[in-house]
């Protein structure tokens, strides 16, 4: 069961809490992108450095600012860690409000992704009233491609996103 709490755009799903990132969480981020596996299954381009890291949160705190939402950090409710990002976005140039995920790697196969994907395509529906949310998947990204799938989204097609083919993975309001 999903719960949305409006008091600063947090949502708690079972195990997970979805609160915003922010600068505090930047050492937990940036130890999560100085994975080269993380980064390589990641439609956006990143790279591994703490500065590379820097600028992507930024630009997801930025996102917030500008579009009123944003990812949020993947928190275990359990224990406190932050175990990734999760949530909505749509920044200029995007094929459609798109729902993302990036965990650390500590915490691939525990399900969190689909929770937090879940929560957050909940999110887009209700919160921000669209008809249709997309996921944007880098071909070969087999663990995405599932996640995407066990949330109800379908393969749509493909396109060009800043200079590569990507997968659209999406559903309707239904």
């Known amino acids: 069961m999903i719960h949305i709490l409006e008091i600063m755009s947090i949502l708690e799903t079972e195990r997970l809490i979805l609160r915003p990132l922010a600068g505090t969480d930047f050492d937990d981020y940036a130890a999560m992108l100085a994975d080269p596996e993380v980064v390589d299954g990641l439609a956006e381009p990143v790279g591994t450095s703490p500065d590379d ?15 009123g939402f944003s990812h949020w950090a993947v928190v275990e409710r359990s224990t406190g860690r932050f175990a990734g990002r999760a949530g909505p976005w749509r920044p200029h140039g995007f094929p459609g409000l798109g729902v993302g995920w990036c965990l650390a790697r ?69």
């Not at 915490?107 to 921000?128: I, M, N, P, Q």
């Not at 491609?145 to 309001?173: F, S």
């Open 53 to 67: 890291a820097w600028r992507s949160l930024a630009t997801f705190i930025g996102h917030r600012e500008i579009r």
């Open 106 to 174: 500590e915490h691939w196969g525990k399900g969190y992704a689909t929770e937090a994907a879940r929560a957050a395509v909940a999110y887009c529906f209700s919160d921000l009233d669209v008809d249709e949310v997309i996921s944007v998947i880098v071909p070969g990204n087999a663990r995405s491609i599932a996640v995407a799938e066990r949330i109800g989204h379908r393969h749509l097609r493909d396109t060009e996103y800043r200079g590569k083919t990507v997968h659209i993975y999406g559903q309707q309001r239904g």
